[in-house]
């Protein structure tokens, strides 16, 4: 029986599938996500671990651990005015997901340093739904598994700018892994 409440997929191989990483052994692939996650962790794997979760979760809850967690591992940190307006604008949709803010959010992305985590947890925000072409046009949507892998993405680049880099990323984990348990609003670890 798993712990993760919030996760829809019952075994590991599904959320493998999506990553495209090699296929597991059957008895793998069948194993519950939260166990695959704990074996990864297990096996000091905390990248798999963070790329995992961030497909296991539903895309709200991806984007609202990425978001947050870039907050808390940069928060001693100087960020240019446009970093911070793209941070502010991921955190606000993860308040609010409405199709507004979530354009805000590409808009705040688009002028942040492109290689900062701010902008990549802004634009998770912006490709976990909706069109991807202007209002104006003809709906084009976000491929499913995008949101997962750009806000795990954000996780690694704020945890990579830390000298504990590997503890930064458990610390975010651990988060995640209240996040799967619990959801958005229970408690944290």
């Known amino acids: 029986m798993s712990d993760w409440t919030r996760v829809k997929w019952t075994e590991a191989g ?14 793998v692939g069948r ?8 074996d990864l962790r297990k096996a000091r794997r905390v990248e798999d671990a963070t790329f995992f979760l961030g ?18 591992l940069t928060e001693d940190r100087d960020r240019p005015r446009a970093d911070a307006d793209a ?7 993860v308040q609010d997901p409405s199709e507004p803010r ?13 290689t900062c985590a701010e902008r990549l947890a802004a634009m998770a925000v912006f490709l976990s739904g909706g069109s991807l072409a202007p209002d104006n046009v003809q709906p084009v949507p976000a491929p499913g598994d995008v949101a997962g892998r750009i806000g795990a993405g954000a996780i690694l680049v704020a945890a990579g700018r830390r000298p504990d880099r590997v503890e930064a990323i458990n610390r975010a984990l651990d988060e995640g892994d209240a996040i799967a348990r619990w959801g958005l609003n229970g408690p944290r670890k």
């Open 55 to 72: 497909m296991a979760l539903p895309r709200h809850e991806t984007v609202a651990w990425a978001a947050r967690s870039v907050r808390d």
């Open 31 to 38: 194993t519950p996500p939260q166990t695959y996650f704990e």
């Open 102 to 114: 979530r354009r805000a959010a590409f808009e705040a992305a688009k002028v942040a340093n492109h």
């Open 14 to 27: 599904q959320v493998i599938d999506l990553l495209d990483w090699a296929a597991p052994s059957q008895e």
């Open 87 to 93: 941070l502010k604008a991921a955190l606000l949709w």
